[in-house]
């Protein structure tokens, strides 16, 4: 069906209006494709339209959302989904019948806006340009080829009425999360502020074997901090490359569907602790804070502020938080002999406390689970677990054999030479095995 250029100048116009009253989701057109969209519109709108400015404009918008390669509808539901506002952020807490009355209706009425933006199509957006430049062809539409299809998308793109959409956003906003949330699983902290980790380690928990215990114990620790029950804080400590830190991440990404997230803080940040666990406060999500590989130096002051963090203060610590940590060191402040008091040197009256308070540090995590050097039993129990998982088909007295000699050669006996030799091994026998094709 086409359109006279009044027609369209009328239909752009409306569009630019409705965005301007946009209540509470303007944040959904201030990102760079809404913005190169709004471009467009006021190319497209203005009464002594040029030709060349509308395709420069139009061109703008093609390339920017085509660097994301999605549509115009799945930008317009993404950013909705993700939304910062008012209303996303207080029925993340609350049922939506204890909101506002005038709130719920803001929020169906920016719905009723954001449904008609969705509503233009890449071949109607070109249409536009065509029209109103008085061409001869349409640009090329941008149309992609993926399509999104969490429930979300299926939900609000089958709804006749976007209105009618207000108890499912609450409901998803509830689940996954809003702003920086919404947007990834893992996190990190850095430069004083929350920054998301694109590809986090895949490391899942059935690749990890030989120290069930201590999984299985941080696992059931995990599982009282999602349900919602109090959760110990944890000190991991142990022998290095026994899987410390990958256990930490794989019990991510064996919860992330129950809403556990994961914030890596570095020990040179610890000081900003404080800051970190306000802004995790109030959000439905549950969060591991990990800081990997912790120690701290004699005269190193940083550990107070994870003291806090541990044992508490005046401000309560928020529920949903717990801190996992790993170390090769049981007692997590260095100490030297010197620092001992004797009774006619010690300048301090009381040195004996201050020796105290730095032996006992790891004793505020309220569980230490050890990692114990890995035997060769042990050792080679990896290796084999490993060896299956990659299909790795070898006699099993070879691959103990060579297992021990890599472990003889390298870094000796732990979970993390077994893994490094199994990527060896796996790469060594698909260059044979393709030398042997030729």
């Known amino acids: 069906m086409s359109y006279s250029n009044s027609q369209v100048l009328a239909q752009i116009k409306s569009l630019h209006w409705q965005i301007a009253s946009l209540l509470l989701y303007q944040s959904v057109i201030k990102k760079t494709v809404g913005q190169a969209f709004i471009q467009l519109l006021e190319s497209l709108s203005k009464g002594d339209v040029i030709a060349i400015e509308c395709i420069r404009a139009y061109s703008n918008w093609f390339r920017t959302i085509a660097s994301q390669n999605i549509s115009w509808q799945e930008y317009v539901i993404y950013q909705i989904v993700q939304d910062e506002n008012p209303f996303s952020k207080q029925v993340q807490n609350v049922d939506i019948t204890s909101l506002s009355p005038n709130l719920i209706a803001a929020a169906k009425h920016d719905l009723q806006i954001l449904q008609n933006l969705y509503q233009c199509s890449g071949k109607q957006i070109s249409q536009w340009v065509k029209t109103i430049a008085k061409l001869e062809d349409p640009p090329i539409p941008w149309e992609p080829q993926t399509q999104r ?7 609000l793109k089958d709804l006749e009425n976007w209105v009618d959409a207000i108890e499912t956003l609450g409901t998803h906003y509830r689940h996954f999360g809003i702003g920086l949330f919404a947007e990834s699983i893992a996190f990190e902290w850095r430069n004083g502020q929350l920054l998301t980790i694109t590809y986090p380690d895949p490391v899942k928990l059935k690749e990890l074997v030989g120290y069930e215990f201590q999984r299985d114990t941080l696992i059931k620790n995990t599982e009282f901090l999602l349900a919602g029950y109090p959760a110990l804080n944890v000190l991991l400590y142990g022998s290095r490359g026994s899987g410390k830190s990958s256990l930490v991440k794989a019990l991510l990404n064996e ?24 802004k995790l406060r109030n959000v439905p999500q549950k969060f591991i804070i990990f800081v990997d590989d912790l120690s701290f130096e004699e005269d190193d002051d940083t550990f107070k502020a994870l003291k806090v963090v541990l044992e508490g203060n005046l401000t309560a610590k928020p529920a949903n938080v717990v801190v996992y940590a790993t170390s090769n060191r049981r007692h997590l402040i260095r100490e ?9 040197d010690s300048d301090e009256v009381h040195n004996w406390d201050t020796v105290q308070e730095k032996l006992s540090f790891s004793d505020r995590f309220g569980l230490t689970l050890t990692f114990e050097p890995a035997n060769q ?9 490993l060896a299956k998982q990659e299909k790795i088909s070898l006699n099993p007295e070879d691959l103990d054999y060579q297992a021990l000699q890599w472990a003889t050669r390298n870094n000796g006996r732990s979970g993390r030479g077994a893994r490094q030799f199994i990527d060896f091994l796996k790469a060594n026998l698909a260059v044979f095995e393709k030398s042997i094709r030729k």
């Open 149 to 155: 299809k969490e429930p979300i998308y299926q939900k």
């Open 255 to 278: 919860y992330s569907q129950r809403n556990l997230r994961l914030v890596e803080v570095a020990k040179s940040d610890l000081k900003d602790l404080p800051l970190i666990l306000e």
């Open 336 to 344: 030297f002999f010197n620092d001992r008091p004797t009774p006619k």
């Open 377 to 385: 039993d042990t050792y080679l129990t990896i290796v084999r677990h």
